[in-house]
């Protein structure tokens, strides 16, 4: 047997031992009793002030307000995400009042552009998107929609508008690969664009040298393949 083995055995078993003591002596008393964390932890929390009041007790007095927040793109935000905590508001309404933030910067924090949020959701560009005016000029908080229907693709899909500016298909229009109808510019969500589903589409510009874009024999070129499976659209260098 060679000489690294015992000696490896030797420092597992020191490592093992460490993590079965370690476990009794650091592990709190109750932990694991109601579930993976403390079950005093409970208590711990129980005895913290309440801040937030939650959205029954704005709905009590605010209902039209409510009512019109649950119709709108902002139905799944809770009133105090804008509004913050409002447990003292509920206990003495005349005494403390909620707050009513007209500073762009509160918007931003989920509207300004961020490759990594959602497809589809709204972002601007908080430089060039009506500087210095507040948010609520132009959108009801409640019921956020915009005030005309953006006919920029790049008002919600900024990182595709980004990509494609700096690559070979910058000049193309997104209608020219993608048909969408009127309404998804209104209910984006329900109304879906479409986008190529046969190599033709493609070979349209890439399969006739009239058009001076890049050349591919569409018979011999993987053709298991729709284009886009290899090839981003958006930036699609050869890979």
């Known amino acids: ?27 709190p008393p109750t932990f694991g009793e109601l579930g993976h964390y403390r079950a005093v932890a409970v208590d711990s929390i129980a005895a913290r002030p309440v801040k937030y009041a939650g959205r029954r007790a704005c709905a009590a007095c605010h209902s039209p307000v409510v009512e019109q927040h649950a119709g709108g793109n902002h139905a799944g935000v809770s009133c105090e995400v ?34 990594s949020r959602p497809l589809g959701f709204a972002q601007i560009d908080t ?15 409640h019921t956020p929609e ?16 980004r990509q494609k500016a700096v690559s070979r298909h910058a000049a193309l229009a997104c209608e020219t690969c993608h048909e969408t ?6 209910n ?11 190599r033709a589409f493609c070979g349209q510009c890439h399969g006739s040298p009239d058009t ?3 050349q591919v024999d569409l018979r011999t070129h993987n053709q298991s ?4 499976q290899c090839h981003y659209p958006h930036y699609p260098e050869a890979n």
Request: hydrophobic share 40%; glycine share 4%.
């Open 212 to 214: 001076g874009a890049p």
């Open 188 to 198: 984006p969500r329900a109304i879906r664009p479409t986008k190529p589903t046969t």
């Open 127 to 141: 430089v060039m998107h009506n500087p210095r005016m507040p948010c609520i000029g132009c959108h009801r908080p």
């Open 1 to 27: 047997m060679p000489q690294q083995v015992p000696r490896l055995l030797a420092v597992f078993a020191v490592v093992i031992a460490a993590l079965i003591v370690a476990r009794r002596v650091l592990t």
């Open 146 to 161: 915009p005030p005309v229907a953006p006919q920029d693709c790049s008002a919600c899909h900024g990182q595709f508008a």
């Open 181 to 186: 109808p009127v309404e998804h510019r209104t």
């Open 225 to 228: 393949y729709v284009c886009w």
């Open 82 to 115: 804008c509004h913050g905590p409002a447990a003292a508001h509920v206990a003495a309404p005349l005494d403390t009042k909620p707050v009513i933030s007209r500073d762009r910067a509160l918007c931003e924090r989920c509207h300004a552009f961020n490759p």
